[in-house]
């Protein structure tokens, strides 16, 4: 299909954008809710689309043969708007976070049915003890926990991003900070290895580089966006 881009949008919309000539253009427009997207991620092999948003649910898609994303899979069990999610890296399977601080997964259907199916929520998470994610992104895990300082609870950590090789994550907080810890982060209330301000208020986001050198920060009121280089 080439190189492009998906943007959730505050109607509930994905805008898939082209980006291989010098201006974007819309290759195709998904429709399938009508309150915010909050996360959106793309497979490991580029074959599925997840779409998290504020209405509960996850679409997924899959790409068809004549060039267009079509739905085929809905996961439905949260009782809070979708935050965050991540894809296995078999891209069978996908955990999710809530609003209200709820881990869920879901094991997607590998093939396209007749019909969307509608997906229920993995009954035990212990069956997933050796599946490894392609991303980390949720903040809230067995991995992740030594994110959360002192006193900190889920509303304090509002982002997380593991590094492509997996030595480290960061983290961002309420407190104006981006916090650079070892990953796996299983250790509560550990000191992060290095804490990295300059952010006036909460960071809303953080991503880590493809190259794990450097990193991307977004802030709330400060309306400002950071490049940090990881040394």
């Known amino acids: 299909g080439g190189l ?8 509930g919309e994905v805008s898939v954008i082209g980006v291989e000539g010098a201006e974007g253009r819309e290759l195709q427009r998904l429709s399938d809710r009508k309150k915010e997207v909050t996360d959106i991620k793309y497979s490991p092999d580029a ?11 996850i679409d997924v898609y899959a790409f068809s043969s004549d060039g267009k994303w079509e739905r085929f899979a809905t996961c439905k069990g949260h009782s809070s708007g979708v935050s965050h999610l991540d894809w296995s890296g078999c891209g069978g ?6 609003s209200g601080y709820e881990l869920l997964f879901w094991q997607i259907p590998q093939q396209p049915g007749s019909k969307v199916a509608e997906v ?29 300082e002192g006193g900190a609870d889920g509303s304090d950590v509002n982002a997380v ?12 907080d309420d407190s104006g900070k981006v916090n650079l810890i070892k ?26 580089s493809g190259s794990g050198k450097y990193a991307i920060s977004t802030g709330g009121a400060d309306l400002s966006v950071f490049i940090w280089a990881i040394k």
């Open 4 to 11: 492009e881009i998906a943007a959730g949008l505050e109607t």
């Open 47 to 57: 074959s599925r689309l997840a779409v998290g948003c504020k209405d509960k649910a």
């Open 93 to 98: 399977w996908l955990q999710t976070l809530d």
């Open 120 to 148: 229920k929520p993995h009954p035990k998470a212990a069956d997933l003890a050796g599946v490894g994610w392609e991303s980390v992104t949720c903040p809230i895990g067995w991995s992740v926990m030594g994110v959360f």
């Open 161 to 172: 991003d593991r590094s492509p090789d997996r030595s480290f994550i960061l983290s961002s």
């Open 183 to 208: 990953y796996p982060a299983v250790e509560k209330l550990t000191p992060p290895k290095k804490a990295m301000g300059g952010h006036s208020s909460h960071v809303t986001n953080v991503r880590v």
